[in-house]
């Protein structure tokens, strides 16, 4: 089993360009998340899917946008990009509810220039 | 929300010594608290979790305790290696309400 993968690893965007953060997980799971990671700040919640065709607003939403259409995939989507995007985002995934181990893939560095 | 402070930022011992990192929390109704390591480039991975209707957990070298009427739980790490050496996370789970700590970079010398 692959775990939980994300596409791209690193990318380099101008500001206002948009792109899509793709996340695959191969272990069934129901729920899935995406977080961004900031130095000093840990890790924050963008959005979350308790399920295929559902999603739902984290901690730190605001220009961000997510859709679940297949189970095993979670997209996270930046529209116009603000050098205030700049982070590492992580994908992670669980079995059931929120209180259970959360699985997390590698990471996408993103620079917005 | 709620809000959680971690304590140190940054943690350096001995290799064999002990470490403690510690957490606290503002949402009593939280009930679920793990913790996670990250190694330099890697998500993080889950090393141990405790439910609020529990005190302590010990798996080997490593155990959590909570204490639910101060809202304050923590790591503890005996007999550090220089593989401990990492970025450790707490978290405070209320449904789907989550939120990690800043983090402790955990240093081990040999």
């Known amino acids: 089993n692959a775990g939980v993968t994300q596409t791209p690893k690193f990318r380099v965007l101008k500001t206002g360009q948009s792109m899509t953060l793709l996340c695959a997980q191969d272990?069934?799971?129901?729920?899935m998340y995406w977080y961004r990671q900031d130095p000093g700040m840990g890790l924050r919640l963008i959005h979350y899917?308790?399920?295929?065709?559902?999603?739902a607003k984290g901690e730190v939403p605001d220009g961000y946008n997510v859709s679940r259409l297949k189970k095993q995939n979670f997209l996270l989507g930046l529209e116009s990009a603000a050098p205030s995007q700049t982070s590492v985002y992580f994908c992670?995934?669980?079995?059931?509810?929120?209180?259970?181990?959360?699985?997390f893939g590698p990471g996408t560095r993103l620079t917005v220039t | 929300g709620e809000n959680v402070e971690q304590h140190p930022s940054t943690l350096s011992v001995q290799e064999g010594d002990s470490a403690v990192i510690k957490c606290t929390y503002s949402?009593?109704?939280?009930?679920?608290f793990p913790w996670y390591k990250q190694e330099l480039g890697k998500g993080p991975q889950l090393i141990i979790d405790?439910?609020?209707?529990?005190g302590e957990k010990k798996d080997q070298r490593i155990a959590v305790t909570l204490n639910k009427t101060a809202k304050h739980f923590s790591l503890h790490i005996t007999e550090t290696q220089p593989e401990d050496s990492a970025v450790y996370f707490c978290?405070?789970?209320?449904?789907?309400?989550?939120?990690f700590g800043a983090g402790t970079r955990l240093t081990v010398k040999p």
């Open positions: 978290a405070a789970i209320r449904n789907n309400d989550m939120r």
């Open positions: 992670a995934s669980s079995y059931g509810s929120t209180s259970y181990e959360q699985y």
């Open positions: 272990m069934n799971h129901e729920y």
């Open positions: 949402d009593s109704a939280s009930n679920y």
């Open positions: 899917s308790v399920g295929e065709g559902t999603t």
């Open positions: 405790i439910r609020s209707n529990v």
